[in-house]
């Protein structure tokens, strides 16, 4: 990712407008954010940062995921909507790599890429103050744990999944939002404004591929 991404994304989603839920979009205390089989990428804006991952739907298991194809680009798909995490706090989606990044590096700005990852943004007062929840499928960090992002402490990296273990297999992910924010930037968090999904190879010019179903916020695990 490009040295300005986290400073982009964060301005962006403060400055653009966001969707209130609805009682249509709420059922049975769950907020579907990406159903990609009945709404396809209705709702979903790119945002480039280096050229353009190719975001596709397709076709797995009968079901329509998302495909994300990325040679040396970073863009991600984002989703605004306006939601209180410590309500809606259980993030669910399902998700599958073909490999993860050899020359990434976590630690590192210039390894700063990822074959994928899910984000929760929350604004501040000013843009600046943004801060983000990054839910990764690491390269080298040891799945469970998490750092700063090697650009900004304002954007956390989490390792949901780690290495190429599980390559080549979907996995189900649910993540306590709330929780893992206080435990990340030590106080409760505010109303949530977007969430987003990222495949990205600008950094180390490399290629990946992975896959991102359904994903959805819950109030119940």
Known sequence: MNKFFTITILSFIWLAPVCLITEASVVADEIAIGRFTT???????????????????????????VKATSKAVASGLIKK?????????YLRWSWKIDHTIDRGDETKTAGDDYAARIYVIFPGKYFWQTKAINYIWANHLGKGDFLPNAYTSNAM?????????HSGQWRI????????????FGSDPGEAEAIAI????????????????????????
Do not use: C, H
């Not at 709404?39 to 995921?65: C, D, P, Q």
């Not at 992910?173 to 990340?184: A, G, M, P, W």
């Not at 990222?198 to 119940?220: E, H, P, R």
């Open 39 to 65: 709404e396809g990428l209705n709702g979903w804006e790119e945002k480039s940062f280096k050229g353009l991952t190719e975001y596709t739907l397709a076709r797995e298991n009968e079901i329509i995921v």
């Open 81 to 89: 909507i306006r939601f209180d995490p410590q309500k809606y706090r």
């Open 157 to 165: 990296m989490v390792a949901v999944e780690s290495g190429n273990t």
């Open 173 to 184: 992910e649910t993540r306590d939002i709330f929780t893992d924010y206080k435990n990340l």
């Open 198 to 221: 990222m495949t990205d190879t600008d950094n180390t010019g490399d290629n990946a591929i992975a896959w991102y179903g359904d994903i959805t916020l819950s109030t119940d695990r």
